[in-house]
T-cell receptor
């Protein structure tokens, strides 16, 4: 069973700080990785996709991928209280037919 | 440009009844995925469909659950003879293609079985 692991948290950071969210995956051949944000009672919202080793930046968000270590991370700079949510790491399965999700990390940004 | 549309948003069914959940993908998207999220659990893949074809149903329970995506109209997830354990949020996502293309989620249907 292919797995995606995340620390459940909560991860608490003060407003303006950098939040670092981490994810590991078990399927070495995975090629496509995604970060979703989910507010309580709402649907997952796509934040970032990353396919190549290294960093990908989009505004305050940076995704980092290290395929050798089977590790994906999401950095949120200048964290805001509105960033408080659960962040889901997802990995596309080998067949390209389904996303495998971690259970998510709950982030709390205090003002 | 409407996003992924799901209805109903909330559905209450008595044990033994049938539940029908509908999903219209984003404009231009021909790939539909259904996921289930149980309380305190992560999102679990159920089924992946293209128009008139089930591509991957490896996450679907063997009994009582079925899905379709007809040539015309929305994708339907059907749950027959619902039980309390079926109570969950059911999310539909769509994408333009498979193999890594970004998928966007609808607002979900919250099913409650009483």
């Amino acid at each position: 069973q292919k797995e995606v692991e995340q620390n459940s948290g909560p991860l608490s950071v003060p407003e303006g700080a950098i939040a670092s969210l981490n994810c590991t995956y078990s399927d070495r051949v995975s090629q496509s990785f995604f970060w979703y944000r989910q507010y309580s009672g709402k649907s997952p919202e796509l934040i970032m996709s990353i396919y190549s080793n290294g960093d990908k930046e989009d505004g305050r968000f940076t995704a980092q991928l290290n395929k050798a270590s089977q590790y994906v991370s999401l950095l949120i700079r200048d964290s805001q209280p509105s960033d408080s949510a659960t962040y889901l790491c997802a990995v596309l399965n080998q067949a390209g037919t389904a996303l495998i999700f971690g259970k998510g990390t709950t982030l709390s940004v205090s003002s | 440009n409407a996003g992924v549309m799901q209805n109903p948003r909330h559905l209450v069914r008595r044990r033994g009844q049938e539940a029908r959940l509908r999903c219209s993908p984003m404009k231009g998207h021909s790939h539909v995925y259904w996921y289930r999220q149980l309380p305190e659990e992560g999102l679990k893949f159920m089924v992946y469909l293209q128009k008139e074809n089930i591509i991957d149903e490896s996450g679907m329970p063997k009994e009582r659950f079925s899905a379709e995506f007809p040539k015309e109209g929305p994708s339907i997830l059907r749950i027959q003879q619902v039980v309390r354990g079926d109570s969950a949020a059911y999310f539909c996502a769509s994408s333009t293609d498979r193999d890594g293309t970004e998928a966007f989620f609808g607002q979900g249907t919250r099913l409650t079985v009483v």
